[in-house]
């Protein structure tokens, strides 16, 4: 597992500083020539800050408290999927969203993880600034961090706003990235049929 170091300083990211975003915000009013005295935008800068806080609270997250207690040790060697979990995030070259669903399995060695701990990992990572390559592999090697399995796939398909709402404004093409490590990088048959329960061909 080459990616293990990227990972743990993932995991160890520092807790940031409490901001009041605000004010910023209301400059940003200004600049972009609006009142923010007028009444629909009396309460925006707050808004804004409370609301880029929580889509960037990712960063907060602490992935070893979030799994707490969720690792079982079972003899259970068929393939777990979680499918279609749903994420939202922002580019962090236009701090736009992006939005998709993601599909996540492993193949365990010894240890399974709490099937709803999964799409928490998937938010701990999605509510950061990221790009959509990185994402999926944060999400890929968090979990053979974690669970420690024969192999992780995740595929991860998206939307991204500053796709759709600018430059070459094409408003139904998606991004597919997908990030195979240990079987289901080596075993075509592990990846085979992750891709078949995922209904995806050809990858
Ligand atoms: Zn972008």
Avoid: W
């Avoid at 800050?49 to 079982?72: E, H, P, Q, R």
């Avoid at 990185?134 to 669970?147: D, G, K, M, N, S």
Wanted: aromatic letters at 8%; charged letters at 30%.
């Amino acid at each position: 597992m080459k990616s293990n170091k990227a990972v743990v300083k993932v995991m160890h990211q520092p807790k940031r500083e409490e901001e009041d975003l605000a004010p910023l915000f209301h400059e940003l009013l200004e600049k972009l020539g609006e009142d923010p005295s007028r009444e629909g935008l009396l309460r925006t800068p707050e808004r804004v800050s409370t609301a880029m806080k929580f889509l960037t609270s990712g960063y907060n997250a602490d992935i070893k408290k979030l799994v707490n207690g969720a690792l079982y040790e079972v003899k259970y060697d068929e393939m777990v999927v979680v499918k279609d979990i749903e994420f939202f995030s922002l580019c962090e070259h236009h701090m736009l969203p992006f939005f998709g669903k993601m599909h996540v399995a492993y193949l365990p060695k010894s240890r399974v993880i709490g099937l709803s701990k999964i799409p928490r990992i998937v938010d701990a990572f999605a509510r950061r600034l990221q790009i959509q390559e990185r994402l999926t592999q944060h999400v890929a090697q968090t979990i053979q961090e974690i669970i420690d399995p024969v192999g992780v796939g995740v595929i991860c398909e998206a939307r991204h706003f500053c796709m759709m709402m600018r430059g070459v404004e094409k408003q139904h093409s998606g991004a597919m990235t997908s990030a195979m490590l240990g079987a289901f990088r080596d075993r075509k048959d592990t990846r085979d049929e992750f891709l078949s329960l995922v209904n995806y061909r050809n990858m």
